[in-house]
């Protein structure tokens, strides 16, 4: 009995069973290249390109966490600036010239508030729960008072870098440099009254007229002092450095406008009627933390007295805090824009990562997607032709010379 007939079916069935069952992993899948058997070249391509896709997606992961991190810095730059603001707004009115002692101590408990609130700001949290401006230390409370009340920052300057695309990074975390790096006076000097002035005289700074002098005198450590001695033919002053004159003049006699006197590169006005003997110190501007300053002008303002030598103390004290807020706004500025260029950087970075990644699947696509259109109408047509295979077998089978008889 020859059965090549049964042979050669059987070998037609398992071969169109193989069919249906890729045919049904297309379907399923959506790929026509699951192994590299059935197609190295376009399997290489279709790994390759989703291992890119893959850290494609992972970079803008990061980036969606990174601009969290940073947005929710810049909003506390940006409440910083209000409560700075503000303290600006009360020490302008206490220089105003009519507020009464009384009145100086309230505006003494508006800053003392507003000190509170930089406090909070300072010790912001991100939605992870880390503490935006601890640097490294994003675990521990930043801000911090010592034995004697004075903030302390127990974080640090360090700085993590995070992949945001192809051969680019961005900084991860913050630290608290805009709360202490702002410079004390005009930030090329700061003028302090010595305490025992009986004057009412003050120093206060006009504006820098030779850079190249102010800069070296700020970067410098030699504090420059300004004495005043009266005698029959009216007051005159004296500045030294390092033991030596390098000034004097007799104040003007005007009623008003002053004696102005370049000192450091700087121009001062000496204002008021500095008595014999008193004393100015005109120091080199160095950073101090915006606690300090605002615990400044808090003091000046609650222990503020009404004689005419305590008003110029007070007032000498607040004119120089008022130069030392301009600085930290402009500190502020500063972390802004540097802040707003790492979140413009983020998104270019997210933009061209997306763009790659769906140029990337396409590619996967071309190169291992099934045609689904095609692949369900092949399927249909291989179990239909394998049905009626299966049926006209079975016929045959059923023949028999029997049936002849």
Do not use: H
Not at 5 to 32: D, K, M, P, R, Y
Not at 43 to 59: A, K, R
Not at 87 to 106: D, E, K, R
């Amino acid at each position: 009995m020859d059965l090549s007939f049964f042979s050669s079916f059987g070998t037609s069935l398992a071969a169109q069973e193989a069919q249906i069952n890729t045919l049904q992993q297309q379907v399923t899948t959506g790929l026509s290249v699951q192994t590299p058997d059935q197609n190295p070249a376009a399997y290489e391509t279709g790994v390759l390109g989703t291992d890119q896709v893959n850290q494609l997606n992972n970079d803008n992961t990061t980036q969606a966490a990174i601009q969290v991190q940073l947005g929710s810095v810049s909003n506390s730059y940006t409440s910083m600036s209000g409560v700075l603001d503000n303290v600006q707004g009360i020490v302008q009115q206490a220089l105003n010239g009519t507020t009464s002692a009384q009145n100086m101590q309230a505006l003494g408990t508006q800053v003392q508030s507003a000190y509170q609130q930089l406090v909070s700001i300072g010790n912001a949290t991100a939605p992870n729960g880390t503490y935006l401006f601890g640097g490294s230390r994003g675990g521990l409370t930043p801000f911090q008072p010592d034995a004697n009340g004075n903030i302390v920052y127990f974080g640090d300057g360090a700085s993590s870098q995070a992949a945001i695309g192809q051969n680019m990074t961005a900084s991860t975390i913050a630290n608290g440099d805009a709360f202490l790096s702002g410079l004390s006076g005009d930030g090329v000097s700061n003028v302090t009254a010595t305490s025992t002035n009986t004057g009412s005289g003050q120093i206060l700074q006009q504006g820098v007229v030779n850079a190249a002098a102010a800069n070296t005198f700020q970067q410098g450590n030699a504090a420059i002092a300004v004495s005043f001695a009266n005698s029959g033919n009216g007051t005159t002053y004296t500045a030294t450095q390092n033991g030596s004159a390098i000034a004097s003049g007799a104040l003007s006699t005007s009623s008003t406008g002053g004696t102005t006197v370049q000192l450091g590169g700087v121009d001062y006005q000496i204002s008021g009627s500095p008595a014999n003997g008193d004393s100015f110190t005109i120091s080199p501007s160095r950073p101090q933390s915006a606690f300090a300053l605002l615990k400044t002008v808090y003091n000046a303002l609650s222990s503020a007295a009404t004689t005419p030598a305590q008003v110029a103390q007070t007032n000498q004290v607040l004119n120089q805090s008022l130069a030392g807020l301009a600085q930290y706004q402009q500190t502020l500025v500063n972390a802004q824009a540097q802040n707003g260029v790492t979140l413009q950087a983020i998104s270019a970075a997210a933009a061209g990562n997306s763009s790659q990644a769906t140029e990337a699947q396409t590619n996967v696509d071309n190169a291992t997607a099934a045609n689904m259109p095609m692949a369900i109408s092949n399927l249909d047509q291989t179990v239909t032709a394998l049905q009626a295979a299966m049926k006209t077998f079975g016929t045959v089978q059923n023949l028999s010379l029997f049936n002849y008889v």
